[in-house]
């Protein structure tokens, strides 16, 4: 590594020396910049880096609502602003009890390079609170969803800040965000918030975006090394948004998806999968994944054991999905993986896995499809909204569709590309760190010293 590097890696781990998701994913970014930022050496006379891993605005506030006993609850709500140089700030909201500052930071760092492969105009942001949706009436959510945007409605807007869903927050509560937002503005700002419901301003193949996305760019990934999903065992960490439509793409495509996941266990169908079962438990009924069991008896179900690995990578599969959670994959789990002949692995989550396992597996052949540009569908399509708002227009699903298609085949070109021009192999990991620092790093030394 540059010594330059080296410098700004070391403060970053002295200052924030509590936020260890956030030092994680600026360590995995930097580690692949060496050969770019040798060349360029107005980087460190500007402190690009520096500035680079500090976000332009870090925002915490309160968030008080009642509980259907009329007890007072209070939780923390975030929204950190981090690089606005390429388009508005753009990224979920995350409602989880695991959520702070550390957990945001890396969602927000990372989401300024995934939107940059994108190729469209917009900035990394994320937010979300510690508040948990698990077992709250739909009352208690709208009161929490209300009583967060009375505050977050200040620091966002349509060329401002563009908030979407993430964990815990699907479509429902973009609804009450909304309502709330509009409520207080007095104003139809459709574009204000992404993810948002059909009838008002929402994108059709929007709910869809990420997991299909991971496909088509899963797909890419496997044509350009001469292989395809055709006939392949896939296994899926999570049984949410993202997951639920990645299985349904790799079923069109002819594989077998034959294990999902929740944060309880896993359950495993060695015929395949029902995905309308899955879809009814979770999106309907948001129930356990073991539920699947009622009606498919032969079906198994095995229960996560704390500090050990998650059910779900148990079960040999030719392609993992991990779509749930950031370190999800650890070394010893990627270990189990390549020993049961995993050949490639995507990241519908956001970071699912640790610098050492992606390492492991890089060394051992696997194909890796890396999470700023795997799932970089969703914010994209969620971009593709914002268009539509602004046109006061929309498109049909097909049209959509082809849209995400086309800007997921040219992200694994760029990571491609990339991966030639800096003698990467395979490491798709590397390249789309590279490829985004190269957008947003062109954008802020155009912009000069802000
Ligand atoms: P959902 O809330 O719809 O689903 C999350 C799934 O992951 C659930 O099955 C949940 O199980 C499981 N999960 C969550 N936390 C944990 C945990 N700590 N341990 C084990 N399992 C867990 O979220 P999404 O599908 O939207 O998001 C999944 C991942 O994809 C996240 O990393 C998110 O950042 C990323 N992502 C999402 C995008 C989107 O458009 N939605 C876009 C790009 C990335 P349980 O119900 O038991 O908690």
């Not at 979300?128 to 009436?137: E, I, L, M, N």
Request: hydrophobic share 40%; charged share 25%.
């Amino acid at each position: 590594m540059s010594k330059y590097i080296n410098e700004v890696l070391a403060s970053v781990k002295e200052k924030n020396a509590n936020e260890k998701e956030f030092i994680q994913a600026v360590d995995e970014v930097l580690n692949s910049l060496k050969t770019v930022i040798e060349k360029n050496p107005s980087f460190e006379e500007l402190s690009l880096l520096e500035r680079l891993v500090e976000p332009e605005r870090i925002i915490t506030f309160r968030v008080p609502w009642i509980d259907d006993n009329n007890k007072v609850q209070v939780n923390r709500g975030y929204r950190i602003q981090f690089n606005g140089s390429i388009g508005p700030f753009k990224g979920g909201l995350r409602f989880h009890p695991s959520v702070n500052q550390s957990i945001m930071k890396f969602l927000a760092f990372e989401q300024i390079f995934k939107n940059a492969l994108t190729g469209l105009p917009i900035g990394g942001g994320k937010g979300g609170s510690d508040f948990d949706p698990k077992g709250k009436s739909d009352m208690e959510i709208m009161r929490f969803c209300q009583s967060f945007m009375n505050e977050l409605q200040r620091h966002i807007g349509h060329d401002l800040d563009v908030p979407a869903g993430d964990i815990g927050v699907g479509a429902r509560e973009i609804g009450y965000l909304f309502g709330q937002y509009r409520k207080i503005k007095n104003t139809y700002e459709a574009g204000v918030l992404t993810g948002k419901g059909l009838d008002y301003g929402g994108s059709l193949a929007r709910k869809e975006a990420t997991g299909f996305g991971l496909i088509y760019f899963m797909r890419e990934m496997l044509k350009e090394n001469n292989l395809d999903l055709h006939g392949k065992t896939v296994t899926i960490s999570g049984s949410g948004n993202v997951a639920i439509y990645a299985a349904q793409k790799a079923i069109e495509y002819g594989a077998k998806v034959v294990a999902m996941s929740d944060s309880n266990g896993c359950i495993y169908d060695d015929i395949g999968i029902d995905l309308s079962e899955i879809k009814r438990i979770k999106e309907v009924e948001r129930l356990r994944i073991k539920e699947y069991l009622n009606n498919y008896p032969h079906a198994k179900y095995i229960e996560n054991k704390k500090g050990k690995t998650p059910a779900v990578y148990t079960i040999k599969a030719d392609i993992v999905l991990p779509c749930a959670t950031q370190n999800d994959i650890n070394l010893e789990t990627a270990k189990l993986l390549v020993k049961n002949g995993v050949i490639a692995v995507g990241e519908g989550a956001n970071m699912p896995t640790t610098i050492d396992a992606i390492n492991y597996f890089l060394e051992n052949n696997v194909l890796l499809a890396p999470a700023k540009a795997a799932n970089a569908g969703g914010v994209a399509t969620s971009a593709l909204e914002m268009s539509q708002n602004s046109m006061r227009y929309s498109w049909s699903f097909e049209e959509v569709d082809k849209k995400l298609e086309g800007i997921m085949k040219n992200i694994f070109k760029s990571c491609k590309d990339t991966a030639k021009e800096y003698n990467l192999g395979t490491n798709y990991v590397a390249s789309a760190n590279i490829a985004g620092f190269k957008k947003i790093s062109s954008a802020m030394m155009a912009q000069g010293v802000i």
